[in-house]
């Protein structure tokens, strides 16, 4: 009898099988076997499977292995081009070689993540960089991109992800030439997307995954229905992503980048030919009195738009503003046109235009239904809709679920016919989504909810870790509550004194920018006080690049020097690891709860009470227990790391709530006093 996916995946997993001489370290963990085996039932079955598995359960392994074994064609998504460029990079090379497999993998992001030739060539004449350095940069780029084959500015050392420069040497949707580029034969986003296209494993990640399924554009209309196996790692992360494809934007910004290109095309191609000057104006006055309208707000705000005009704005003042950013689009598109034969920069500028134009007009007209609309206001405005979540989406037209007579034609041609697409789907795909952090009840309806998902299989794997022994927990009784002006005050003198104890290997993850950026500097102020061969240094977020920050701070004590502090928000809650000593206290300001006046939060809450159901209980209260989930998942991230985390919360232990939150973390042994909690500090500064 020949042997099945099961067991081969059984056996891979086994204490002396092959895993056990590929990876290092490898133990056989009943957890990551148990997953492993649910993928490859799904894998042979079909349908779709939802795995929570905790710190440590190593599941990337759980479904790289039955999806390599299985011989199928895979397509795996994961949350950010990071993760992307460390399972193409490492995880999956490691897993082909120690099986001896003859497979192709292939690594696939969005087009602003590669080189486009055209538009480096337009760079290198473009008079207005944005700043001096610029100039030296750009030597760089121009030096590489002789060398580079896959024009992945990730393999650009020393490229800083904020520069100013990667729009003017990277294209968009918007201004591709396509086929009509004079750099179409070499293009590195093409190259990639046929070395995706006759691969058999493809990485890319959520973001490309929904631009596709919004516009069509990313090469994932022809590779999707080619693969058998689809696996989402970071899988939290797919609502939040999904409803910033599926939805419109449009921004003053677009309309000003709009105008900019138009006038250089047009000076460079067509001078003479049409008054750029005169189009540019009228679409640059048309946004700026968008803008206007809107009049002084604090920068960041959101405005509810909930009838013919955001709160606040004026309707007759605002309808009019849109009108005529929508006119001088249509005048623009026109001029374009009678130009159009000249280049293929006008051919795709003319697109552009209509585009835009199309989409003032939408703005125009009321919200779409189980849709919220804002506006987010800065220096620039964007006018935003959104769906509230991606279930219908997910069902309809990733997971084909709906019925034959429902009149849904995404899958017909115009005479109603099934497309080439359709025919070729496999009749049993297998989805995995996978995540550690997935909700906090068992049916992880958080997760299962608003992707669509209420009919798949749930899995909760356990992590491995001691938590007990590993790990410990600190709320202080006496605190500040979190609305309390001394509040982070507060928190950066508890982290301080941690941090100074430990020689730095701290990380404070604050809720708000705010909060961050006073207790930086706060923390800053404590250590000036120390002697500065054992000061740790404090690294703030926005202060340099994301990818230094992390690396600095890994750096720790090396070389006798102090260790480091690291004050984040956001994007640091997840994906920062930094394993062993190098990281051994975490300082979480707040309860991260939703921010309740964020039209998205504001809407999906309405929703839930229009429906009977507490929006605290069902919406607010898991979304704070799945980013907490996240926040003190930094701590321990292997089996010998130790740490304390420190929640400067009360409400953690005063309210009633506080108990399904305590639930939902790693079950730590708790520190009742500031004494313990000193005291636990202590212990890890001198462990024998």
Known sequence: MSETLEDKVRDAFAQGGVLSHAADHFRERSGQTDMAMAVARTIDQGGVLVVEAGTGVGKTFSYLVPALLSGERVLLSTATKTLQDQLFGRDLPRLVEAFGLPVRTALLKGRGSYLCLHRLDTARHDASLPERGSLRTLAKIEQWSKATRTGDLAELPGLDERSPLIPLITSTRENCLGAQCPQFKPCHV???????????IVVINHHLFFADLAVRETGMAELLPSVSVVVFDEAHQLNETGVQFLGAQLGSGQALDFARDMLGAGLQHARGLVD????????????????????KQWPGAKLRWLG?????????????????????????????????E????????????????????????????????????????????????????????????????????????????????????????????????LGDEPTLRWFTEPCGLGDAEVLRVQSPFDYASQAALYVPRVFPKPNDPSHSAKVAQLAARGAAELGGRTLVLTTTLRALRTIGEAMKQHFELLDAAVRPEVLVQGELPKRVLMERFREGANEGRAGCVLVASASFWEGFDA?????????????????????????RSQRLEAQGRSSFSDYSLPEAAVALKQGAGRLIRRETDSGVLAICDTRLVAMGYG????????????????ADFESAIGALKNPY
Not at 310 to 329: I, N
């Open 190 to 200: 093409n190259l990639a997307r046929r070395e995706a296209l006759a691969a058999d």
């Open 276 to 295: 750029w000057q005169q189009l540019v104006a009228a679409v640059e006055r048309a946004a700026r009195e968008l803008r206007l309208v809107v009049g």
């Open 308 to 340: 013919e005009s955001p709160e606040g704005v004026d309707p007759g003042a605002w309808q009019k503003a849109l009108e005529d950013l929508q006119h001088s689009f249509e005048l623009a598109a026109e001029g374009l046109d009678t130009v159009s």
């Open 342 to 437: 000249i280049s293929p920069d006008f051919v795709r500028l003319h697109e552009r235009a209509q585009q835009l134009a199309k989409r003032s007009a939408r703005f125009a007209l009321p919200c779409a239904v189980d849709s919220v609309r804002w506006v987010d206001v800065g220096s620039q405005l964007r006018l935003i809709e959104s769906p509230l979540d991606i279930a219908e989406a997910m069902r309809k037209r990733v997971l084909k679920i709906s019925e034959p007579d429902d009149g849904d034609d995404s899958d017909t041609d115009a005479y109603g016919e099934r497309t080439a697409a359709q025919e070729r789907e496999p009749d049993r795909r297998a989805w995995v989504f996978t995540s550690a952090t």
């Open 579 to 603: 394993p062993g000593d190098a990281l051994q206290l975490v300082v979480i300001d707040k309860l991260p709860f939703p921010p309740p006046n964020d039209p998205l939060v504001e809407a």
């Open 659 to 674: 108990r399904r939150l305590l639930a939902a973390l790693p079950p730590m042994r708790r520190l009742e006093t500031e």
